[in-house]
């Protein structure tokens, strides 16, 4: 290879010669694979951000091949079967939920997804949330969605509810082949669109970031690619007179390192009083959302309840129950103030085993619920096989309040 780069160097070719964004706007693109996600947040040519996790295209499909259906039990498709399912579905909201593929209503769809959407959420925001610390409060403005995986029905509308912040989906190497299109003689006009890295990788310009030079390049070449043929004549003309005169360039260079520093550390004020506002205006906000949490009583703390145990359930449960139990009120000892009783829940779902012991997979869940700040008293009220490698599961817990 004549070229090997980063992603992100190869993304920001791409955005450059596409005109696709302004540049002083901070945008994330997020290229969807099989496998893997990556995310990169531009501004401009400056690269801010970039990252890789494990959730994909093949993840959301993987979530459909055990689909739980209330009155029917587990339906399993096989990796085709589910790929189209969600090829002609995409992730069902509102009105949609109410429809039906074949047996599978897309409601239950809708909850086997919910994990794996909710995941992706949550590394977004944990990205947005860096990149805002890291820069001063320059937050994220826009979601690019990319690649195959990318163009699941309803992901950018999903991803925009979630996220508040406008999200849509873009095929940059399609918009830059088209206008580039002429249809040569000897080629197809209906030939294959190259990949969005691909013309990334293509447009990359000479002297960006590349680990591989051909073969039998030597110190010449390394010099040649590294540095541009106007630097190496300034330089060598900035050598020839710091011979003559060497004393009087340190003098002026050490003069406008000084300046430059000075000029630093003046722009460095302003940025640090925003830091300083913006880390202000979080605990306020935090501050506040407690207060409202501890004034508004069951509707802020259910909040709390649900996310907590959405974090604690692990990637191998799935809830597909939650209801609310009436607490009995005891009568207090004689003498004794009476005291509320506290609230309880019932939640129920699916555990898939793999090859490890039904109970050993559900001890950990309960180990990870005790270490809850808002359960307690986690009670296990049944569990049986449903297939060989799933296992249902009926679980109580207090409310700690």
């Not at 706007?25 to 990556?38: C, I, Q, R, W």
């Not at 039906?100 to 590394?123: Q, T």
């Not at 630093?264 to 605990?283: H, I, N, P, Q, W």
């Not at 869940?365 to 009926?394: D, K, N, Y």
Request: hydrophobic share 40%; glycine share 8%.
């Amino acid at each position: 290879p004549s070229l090997l780069t980063t992603r992100p160097v190869a993304l920001r070719a791409l955005v450059r010669a596409t005109d696709a964004v302004p540049s002083g706007e901070v945008v994330a693109y997020l290229d969807m694979g099989g496998t893997n996600t990556h995310i990169t947040v531009l501004k401009g040519n400056d690269i801010r951000f970039s990252r890789e996790f494990g959730v994909g295209g093949v993840t959301l499909t993987e979530a459909l091949r055990a689909i739980v259906v209330p009155g029917q039990g587990t339906i399993e498709l096989s990796f085709d079967e589910a790929e189209a399912l969600k090829r002609a579905h995409g992730i069902p909201i509102g009105q949609e939920e109410a429809g039906h593929s074949g047996r599978i209503p897309l409601s239950a769809v809708s909850v086997m997804l919910r994990p794996i959407l909710e995941r992706l959420a949550r590394e977004l925001w944990n990205s947005f949330d860096y990149c805002n610390e890291q820069f001063q409060g320059e937050a994220v403005t826009r979601l690019v969605l990319l690649g195959a995986g990318a163009s699941v029905r309803n992901l950018a509308e999903y991803l925009t509810g979630v996220l508040k912040i406008p999200v849509v989906r873009a095929d940059l190497a399609e918009s830059m082949t088209s206008a580039l299109r002429r249809p040569k003689q000897g080629t197809s006009a209906g030939s294959a669109t190259p990949s969005e890295l691909g013309l990334g990788l293509a447009l990359t310009e000479r002297g960006a970031l590349n680990f591989a030079t051909p073969a039998g390049a030597g110190v010449p070449y390394r010099l040649a690619e590294a540095i541009p043929q106007r630097v190496a004549a300034a330089a060598a003309a900035l050598l020839l007179v710091s011979v003559a005169l060497p004393a009087h360039m340190n003098v002026l260079s050490e003069r406008s390192r000084i300046e430059g520093l000075k000029g630093t550390l003046a722009g460095l004020s302003t940025k640090s009083d925003a830091v300083r506002r913006f880390r202000a205006a979080r605990e306020e906000e935090t501050r506040l959302h407690d207060l409202l949490a501890h004034l508004t009583g069951g509707q802020v703390l259910w909040s709390y309840v649900l996310r907590d145990l959405s974090h604690r359930i692990g990637p191998d449960v799935r809830l597909t129950l939650l209801e609310t139990i009436e607490p009995q009120a005891a009568p207090p000892p004689p003498g004794a103030p009476a005291s509320r009783p506290a609230r309880m829940i019932r939640f129920s779902g699916l555990l898939g085993t793999q090859n490890r012991r039904p109970e050993d997979v559900v001890g950990e869940l309960m180990q990870s619920l005790e270490r809850s700040p808002v359960l307690g008293q986690i009670h296990l009220e049944g569990c049986q096989a449903v297939t060989t490698s799933v296992s249902s599961f009926v679980m109580t817990a207090e409310i700690a309040e």
